[in-house]
Nanobody
Framework: VQLQACGGGLVQAGDSLRLSCADS????????MGWFRQAPGKEREFVAA????????AYADSVKGRFTISRDNAKNTVYLQMSSLKPDDTAVFYC???????????????WGLGTLVTVSS
């Protein structure tokens, strides 16, 4: 599994942004996928997770109703659609792969390098 996240950038509060994370390996569909984020000076936190077939999802309370995680196993890609962005959403966003459906970072075995999202007020 080799993950590469992209799609970050500078946006204004209230804007939308879609992050993508592609896996260059051949086993993407066998992993549960998650998004995490780390704001400056803060711990890395769970954002969203999705099951291997894309049917089950989970979200942190802080993003529920604003963010949507999805995946396309044919393209080896997981997405994070973010809307109604707030300055508090500013962080480096990481995608990760796990053998279990989890919101805990230690359960994730593979991590991408991250993409920076900055939301201005």
């Amino acid at each position: 599994v080799q993950l590469q996240a992209c799609g970050g950038g500078l946006v204004q509060a209230g804007d939308s942004l879609r992050l993508s994370c592609a896996d260059s390996g051949r086993t993407f569909g066998s992993y549960y996928m998650g998004w995490f984020r780390q704001a400056p000076g803060k711990e890395r936190e769970f954002v969203a997770a999705i099951s291997r077939n894309g049917i089950s999802t989970a979200y942190a309370d802080s993003v529920k109703g604003r963010f949507t995680i999805s995946r396309d196993n044919a393209k080896n890609t997981v997405y994070l659609q973010m809307s109604s962005l707030k300055p508090d959403d500013t962080a480096v966003f990481y995608c990760a792969a796990s053998a279990r459906f989890s919101g805990a970072a230690p359960d994730y075995d593979y991590w991408g390098l991250g993409t920076l999202v900055t939301v201005s007020s």
